[in-house]
């Protein structure tokens, strides 16, 4: 394992918990972690299910947040660039009034992660609707929807470095 090892998921942590990460990713237990800490699946695969997810933890925590009229699964989401999940608000006029359409749209690749970090993302994604910019009332009704929002962030990241590296390594074997 090279010293130099680009953690693109993790910038921004502390060096002493990115060197614990690298110790992990050298002794080849970083995704056994994150799985034995994060087993739970989901059975959430079809935009269906998504949107009466989604709707269900907005109501629970966000009643009067304005309704969606989207929440949908999408491939062209680059998870490289920290689009996990969007949240857009399209406006028309309507005769005098202006309406909005209020859409979410998260990652296919959330399809197949634990139950947890689906979970995380769908919070995230509805604090938008309330909090447009990620400072401390956004975190804060983050936490109000999941306490344990910044443990799930930082293992998710963990997560898709996991899943990174496994693909890299199955590359690699490859050529």
């Known amino acids: 394992m090279s ?50 997810y989604v709707n269900e933890l907005k109501s629970r ?27 857009s608000a399209v406006s028309r006029v309507q005769g005098s009034k202006l309406k909005a359409k209020r859409e979410i749209r998260i990652a296919s690749v959330f399809k197949e992660a634990p139950a947890d970090f689906l979970r995380m993302i769908v919070v995230h994604e509805l604090a938008h609707l309330k909090e447009r910019d990620h400072d401390k009332a956004f975190y804060a009704l983050c936490q109000h929807m999941a306490p344990d929002y910044h443990q799930l962030e930082f293992d998710l990241r963990l997560w898709l470095t996991a899943r990174e590296l496994v693909a890299s390594t199955d590359v690699t074997n490859v050529t």
């Open 3 to 52: 010293a130099e090892l680009r953690l693109p998921y993790l910038q921004g942590y502390a060096p002493e918990l990115l060197a614990q990460v690298r110790g992990l990713i050298a002794s080849g237990r970083l995704a056994q972690t994150v799985a034995k800490r994060h087993s739970e699946t989901h059975e959430v695969r079809t935009e269906r299910a998504l949107y009466d």
């Open 61 to 87: 925590h966000m009643r009067s947040a304005p309704p969606l009229s989207k929440v949908a699964y999408d491939a062209k989401l680059h998870i490289v660039k920290n689009a996990l999940g969007t949240h």
